[in-house]
């Protein structure tokens, strides 16, 4: 079976991936953002969910249900512009990888 990349912006990112051949789920709060990936979490043809994080604060809210199969993936992404402070970065990752892995993994 097919899956497909979705993605979950505001109306300023979701046009950046319009130009990237995607078809984004536009959302100007994080109320519209949950409504659109609760449909989509329901929808077996997506494989992964990019989500604008500012509009899912949670990386990995306790809601979502998955499937046996470990899909979809939801993939947080920074808004473009937006600066972090030295060693933010890293700490977000290790923290999505601890969510995935069950366990804190060394980056170095």
Known sequence: MSR???VVADPVVALGFRLAGLEPYVADSAERA???LDGMLRDARWGIILVQEDLMPD?????????KSGLPILV???????????????????ELLRRA???RVRLR
Request: charged share 20%; no cysteine; aromatic share 10%.
């Open 4 to 6: 497909f990349v979705g």
């Open 34 to 36: 949950a409504n659109h």
């Open 59 to 67: 990386p990995e809210p306790a809601s979502i249900t998955r499937s």
């Open 76 to 94: 947080p992404f920074p808004r473009p512009g937006r600066e972090r402070p030295p060693g933010e970065a890293e700490a977000y990752v290790t």
């Open 101 to 103: 892995v069950g366990y």
